[in-house]
């Protein structure tokens, strides 16, 4: 199993944001009310920015309103009430609708062109809620489903990398980062499918 991108800088990250996630607490702002700001912000983004051919400006937007994904999370974590289910359940739902936006987004500006991209940013889209789908179903199995060689974190630094390289001009790059991201979460839908099968062989 290759070691994910979120195991191995995700707990560095909380090291050096946990101060500022103590202060946010202090101003009296929720993990809820982040996580909804800025999945809200990520949203808008993506279905402003994109479907108009700003490419690069949507991604940077994007990925601001993306570091409240880290910052939601720290601070339930270091909260007097701590993590809560809701809070969870919301946390996961957003992310499954942000992600979803940014490549409706994309999809709506490469339609207008009649794009040979626009099937595989379609696989790239359902493969990759497939691989949250997989993962839920098999945890409401009480089988623990966590593994594939491309997460989330990885699978939207590809997605959110290829997109505004492409909007500095970059040639390709969007083409072979969609091919990429189209592949490996395909095969991480297989392999996490492939973890349920072995489980309920036990």
Same mark, same amino acid.
């Given at each position: 199993m290759v070691a994910m991108i979120s195991d191995v800088i995700k707990p560095a990250v909380t090291r050096v944001i946990s101060p500022t996630a103590k202060a946010m607490l202090k101003m009296g702002l929720t993990p809820n009310s982040?996580?909804?700001v800025g999945a809200l912000g990520a949203i808008v983004s993506a279905l402003i920015f994109y479907p108009t051919g700003h490419l690069f400006a949507g991604t940077l937007?994007?990925?601001?309103?993306?570091? *409240?994904d880290l910052f939601d999370g720290t601070m339930a974590r270091i909260s007097h009430?701590?993590?809560?289910?809701?809070?969870?359940? %919301?946390d996961s739902t957003v992310d499954r609708i942000t992600d979803s936006m940014i490549f409706?987004?994309?999809l709506l500006w490469l339609n207008k062109t009649s794009d040979l991209l626009v099937p595989v940013v379609l696989v790239a889209l359902v493969s990759g809620i497939l691989v949250s789908y997989v993962r839920a179903k098999a945890e409401s199995l009480d089988i623990?489903? *966590?593994g594939g060689i491309a997460e989330r974190t990885?699978?939207?630094v590809v997605a959110l990398c290829?997109?505004?390289?492409?909007? %500095?001009?970059?040639?390709?790059?969007?083409s072979v980062g969609m091919w990429i991201l189209a592949v490996l979460s395909v095969v991480t839908v297989l392999?996490?499918?492939?973890?349920?099968?072995?489980?309920?062989s036990l």
């Open positions: 982040v996580t909804f937007l994007i990925a601001l309103f993306a570091l *409240s009430k701590g993590s809560s289910p809701w809070g969870s359940f %919301l409706v987004g994309l623990e489903c *966590s990885e699978r939207i290829a997109i505004g390289f492409h909007g %500095l001009g970059i040639s390709y790059v969007l392999q996490r499918m492939w973890i349920v099968r072995k489980a309920v």
